[in-house]
C-alpha cells in the first residue's frame, strides 16, 4: 500500500511538472512554450513587463515567438521569417492610448521611413479600440504577406510590407524599446 500511494505521489508530480515544463510565466500569464501559427511552429523566445509613468503602471506582459530561440535583436528584425508577438495587459487602455503608443514606438523604431509607413499605421490605428485587463492582442510576422492582427485570438486584418513588419517588431527589439527590461526579457532574460 505504502508502495502504491508512493508511485502515485510520484506520478502526480511528475504530471505537475511536465505541466509547468510546457509553460512559461510572468507576473502571473502563463504562455505556452510553443504555439503553431499557420501550420509554423513557434518557439517561445522569452516574457517581459510594459511598465509605463513615473508609478512604474504594468500596462501588458509581452511574449515573443520565433522560429528558433535567438538573443540578437538585430538578427531577429533582419530575418524575414515567421514571428509572433502577443501582448496580454494587466491595465485597461484607452484608444487614445493605443493611437499615441502606436505613433511613439513607430517615431522611435522607424523614424527615417515614417513617410512610408504612415497610410499602414493609419490602418493599424483604425484597428485599436480600448482594451481591458485580460485581453490580449497578438501580431504574427507572415513572410511576404505582412502583419495580421488578432484581437484575443479573432482575427481583425493584415498589413502588407517587410518594412511594416521590420519596423512594428522594431517597437520592443530596435534602439529605443517602451522600456529596456521589457526588451531584455523579450531577448530570454528573467522577465521583470
Known sequence: MANRLRMIGLTVALVAAAGLAQARQCDGVSFPEQVTVHGQSLALNGLGIRKATFLRIKVYVAALYLPHPSTDAAGIL???Q????????????T??????AWRDGFKQSAPQELPALRARIATLNGWMHG??????????????????YLLDGVPQGQIPGVDFARAFFGIWLGAHPPGRALKAGLLGAACR
Do not use: C, K, Y
Not at 515567421?82 to 487602455?93: D, K, M, N
Not at 482594451?131 to 495580421?148: D, L, T
Open 131 to 148: 482594451i481591458g485587463s485580460g485581453h490580449s492582442m497578438a501580431f504574427v510576422h507572415r513572410p511576404g504577406q505582412g502583419i495580421e
Open 78 to 80: 533582419a530575418a524575414d
Open 95 to 100: 484608444t487614445g492610448q493605443l493611437r499615441n
Open 82 to 93: 515567421p514571428s509572433e508577438i502577443v501582448l496580454h495587459f494587466l491595465w485597461h487602455v
